[in-house]
Structures are given as C-alpha cells and as structure tokens.
C-alpha cells in the first residue's frame, strides 16, 4: 500500500512538473479551405485522418472567424492579434514585386514568445512581403527558421510546372510576367521554381527535425505550419496523389492531412505530445470560382473574396490532450484571439499596441463562455469611407453593405457573384444560430432593438480604428521580384536554379 502511494504521489508530482513549464505552440493554417471541406466537418468524401482524430479528441469551434477574405490580411490579424487595417496589410494581398510588407515594428507571435525563450520556425507560405534584400522575410519577424514560398504559389507562371505525378502540369495559368515560385531558406533561395513533388517531404522533414531539436535542447517551441494546401492550383506527390475520391482538391488535402500526421507522430515520439497545444483552422473562405477544385463552404454562404459567412467563418479545432477536453463549443471566437491566448499560456506579456484579440484560455481550458460577442468583417478592399461592411454580435450579423466576388463566381447564387457593391439601409439582419446560410433577413420592427445595440458596438469599434499607412498602396517592382540569380537578363525567365530539397 505505501509503495502504491509513493508511486501515485510521483506520478502526480511529474503531471504538475510538466504542467509548471511552458506550453509548445503548433499553429496549423490550410489556404482556401472551406467551413465544409473538412471529414469532420461534415464533409462525405475528404480523408482527413489525422484532422478528424484532433477534432474527436479536441475542441472543435463550429463559429470561428478570420478577418480578411483573402490571404495577407488574414495572416497578418492571425500574428499580431490586430486587424489588417491598423497594420497597413490592406487593401488586397501583397505581390512577389511588392514594395511594402507587414511592418517590423509589429508585434508578432513569434516576436512575442521569443522574449520567453522560445525557439520559434515557420515552414510554407509567408505573404507577408519579400522586399529589398528580404525586408519582410520571416526571420524578420521573429522566426529563427523558415522553409516555405514567401508568397501565394499560384503567383507565378505554373502552365509548364508539373503538380501531379508522373508529369502532370498544373491546371490553369496562375500569374504570368513574373519570375516562379522561389523555395527559400532563411533568406537565401533554395530552388526556383519549387518542386511541388517533392515540397510537401521537405516541409515535413524540416518541421520534425524543427521539434526534434527543440526537445533535445530542451526548449519550447513554436511551429508555424501555414500550408499552401488547398489553395490553387492543386498539388501532390506520390505519396497522395490519385488516392482521394475527392479528386485533385482531395488529394492536395490528403497531403496536407498528412503532414498533420507526421507532425503529430513526432510529437508523441519526443514525449512532447501531452505538453504541446496544437491549434487549426484556416486563412479565408473556398474559392468557388475553381468549382471542384475549389473548395465548400458547407452550409455557409458564398465564399472566398465576400463578408457572407462562407467568406470568413473557418473550421477550427484545438487539441492539447490532458488540458482540453474533448467536446464542441458555440463559443464566438476570432484568429485575433490567438496571440492574447497564447500569451496567457507562455506567460508572456502582451504587446503594448492596441489589440483586437481576446484571452480564449476560458473556451480551451474550461468549455466556458467567450470574452468575445462581436466579429467585425472588413472586405477585400477595405477604406475609411465604408468601414466594416458587417457586424456579428451574438448570434445576430447585421449587414450595412454588401458585395460578391471573382472569387465566389460560378455558383447559382448571384449575391456570390455580383460584383456591384449594395449599401442596406436598414441593414440586413440574420440570426445565424436559426439561419446559418443567411437567407431569411430579419426585417420587421420587433428587431429595431438588436439593430441599434449592433449600431452602437459599430460606431465604438469605429472610434477605436485607427487605418495604418497601407502597406500594399506603396506598389511593386519587378526588381523585387526574388530571383536565385541576382542581377541577371532577362528577368523574369533567368530566375531557375535547381538543387535537391
């Protein structure tokens, strides 16, 4: 019996010991990836393994918000907690050429966790500008490694670029006039164009040898895995492709999901699995225009490129076995949320900036209430002039203007589609714990109340936004256009060095 208690005390005593010490960060982001792409999510014919298996024994959020429906500003709201608008990554998304990028005195997550000893990487996509010299590169921004294409990878010619083994070419043209994808290291190009074949090995690679090390120096760390998958065009190497009977669109995801796996095998491998909080979701909305291969948005409306739900209310599940239990919550949440939450975890102080986000650990920790009850959806190209183009505060969303996209094209709604912009007046209101998809507009006077309280909550958020210089109006430049061969002619086809990942 004595020696059953020692044995109980002991166990009990190494539970505290390593609660005591700080959390690991693995931060997973899909690209396009729809509220409806996912198995667990709803979705009949995704195989998505390793996402489901987090989702069963994780947390999974079914109202979980981006602030952008397009990829920079979203990725620069999800580092710094802030909203695009205040940081300058706005209007659109930055380009391979682009003068400007997420500014260097802007707080990042891996800025802020490096002041509490963490060793910190990123492997995938950046978009959060190049610049001269790598200005905006990663490691500017507080990651001590990166592996990745520093931009979208279909902003570059792909026509002659195999996605799909044996010699499958991509599908579509992607940008022209502009040098190829360029595979970057730290800040020096490793291949271009990159190997779509062979990339997904590499990010994996480098993303367990990441953890490896990590443990073995007894450090916390953060991953930042902001994956490339499933955005257009679609890719996969043998390991995946032809293996979904979801076609293309699946198989990248299957690749995705894959990494996901080897991610978390290595997690259990080092002993680290029990001490490391893993948190997914995704950047924007499906881009419909691509039809099957781009994506679904599930219930929601519309999607990649709009303010409609499908646009920027993403899949999201938290997973941290032994401190989150197991079950979904309706909580409101926002990728803003995440810097303040991790913050808390790590013990790290919070930038002394404005912040948009809010303290989660209440959701992950305890399955309680949100701090937050408003999400505030700017559009692609948001101004002074128009503001937010729609509130959500509880369960209500209210919509002052709206407006479809290129993106959204090719589905029976025309509201996806309409490229005109319409300003309500009153707003149009939903409830979305009723009506989901936003067809039934709440517009009789018994709402009058609701209206006035969103009213209210706007024109406080209103007084608090403070439009940072943009960051995208500074323009591009064909100079800045990353190229492994410094200075040569004629740019952009000299741009092609090739070595092995």
């Excluded at 999800?78 to 400007?100: A, C, F, N």
């Excluded at 090390?213 to 065009?233: E, G, K, M």
């Excluded at 599930?298 to 938290?318: D, H, Q």
Aim: proline share 8%.
């Amino acid at each position: 019996m004595a020696l059953m208690c020692v044995i109980a005390l002991f166990a009990l005593i190494t539970a505290e010991c390593t609660r005591a010490s700080p959390p690991n960060f693995v931060l997973l982001f899909a690209d396009d990836l729809g509220y409806g792409d996912l198995g667990c999510f709803g979705h009949p014919s995704s195989l998505t393994p390793n996402l489901d298996r987090l989702a069963a024994h994780g947390l999974r959020f079914t109202d979980f918000y981006v602030t952008s429906p397009v990829c920079s500003p979203s990725r620069a709201a999800l580092l710094t907690g802030r909203y695009q608008t205040r940081s300058g990554i706005y209007p659109g998304v930055l380009y391979p050429g682009s003068k400007g990028g997420l500014p260097l005195n802007e707080t990042t997550i891996a800025k802020m966790l490096k002041s509490k000893g963490y060793t910190t990487a990123i492997v995938g996509k950046w978009h959060l500008g190049f610049g001269l010299n790598g200005t905006y590169l990663p490691t500017r921004h507080g990651f001590d490694n990166y592996l990745g294409i520093p931009y979208s990878h279909d902003q570059g010619p792909c026509q002659n670029l195999t996605c799909f083994p044996p010699d499958v070419k991509c599908y579509g043209f992607c940008d022209q006039d502009v040098v190829t994808v360029p595979l970057v290291f730290n800040e020096n190009i490793k291949q271009q164009p990159a190997d779509f074949l062979q990339l997904e090995k590499a990010y994996s690679e480098f993303a367990t040898q990441f953890i490896k090390d990590a443990v073995r120096n007894n450090q916390p760390f953060f991953l930042y895995y902001p994956s490339h998958h499933t955005h257009y065009p679609q890719y996969a190497g043998t390991d995946y492709a032809g293996k979904s009977p979801r076609g293309p669109f699946g198989d990248a995801l299957m690749e995705f999901d894959g990494t996901v796996g080897k991610i978390l095998q290595t997690l259990e491998d080092t002993g680290v699995i029990n001490n490391t909080l893993i948190f997914f979701t995704g950047d924007n909305g499906p881009e419909l225009m691509r039809k099957s291969r781009g994506g679904n948005a599930g219930l929601m409306k519309c999607g990649k490129g709009t303010t409609y739900e499908g646009g920027m209310r993403e899949p999201a599940i938290t997973y941290w076995p032994g401190s989150i239990q197991p079950g979904v919550t309706r909580a409101l949440a926002s990728s803003l949320d995440i810097l303040p939450t991790f913050a808390k975890l790590a013990g790290a102080a919070l930038p002394d900036v404005q912040l948009d986000g809010v303290d989660m650990t209440n959701i992950l920790l305890n399955h309680g209430a949100s701090e937050r009850q408003t999400i505030f959806y700017y559009p692609t190209f948001p101004s002074e002039k128009y503001s937010v183009f729609a509130v959500r505060w509880k369960n209500f969303k209210a919509h002052y203007y709206t407006q479809g996209a290129i993106h959204s094209q090719s589905t029976p709604d025309s509201n996806c589609s309409s490229l005109f912009l319409k300003r309500h007046d009153p707003p149009l209101l939903y409830n979305l714990e009723a009506d989901p998809s936003e067809n039934y507009n709440l517009n009789s006077t018994e709402w009058d109340s609701v209206l006035k309280q969103i009213q209210a909550v706007k024109e406080q958020f209103e007084a608090s936004m403070v439009f940072g210089k943009s960051e995208i109006a500074k323009g591009t430049d064909p100079v800045l256009e990353p190229c492994c061969i410094p200075n040569c002619t004629p740019k952009p086809t000299c741009c092609r060095c090739t070595s092995a990942l």
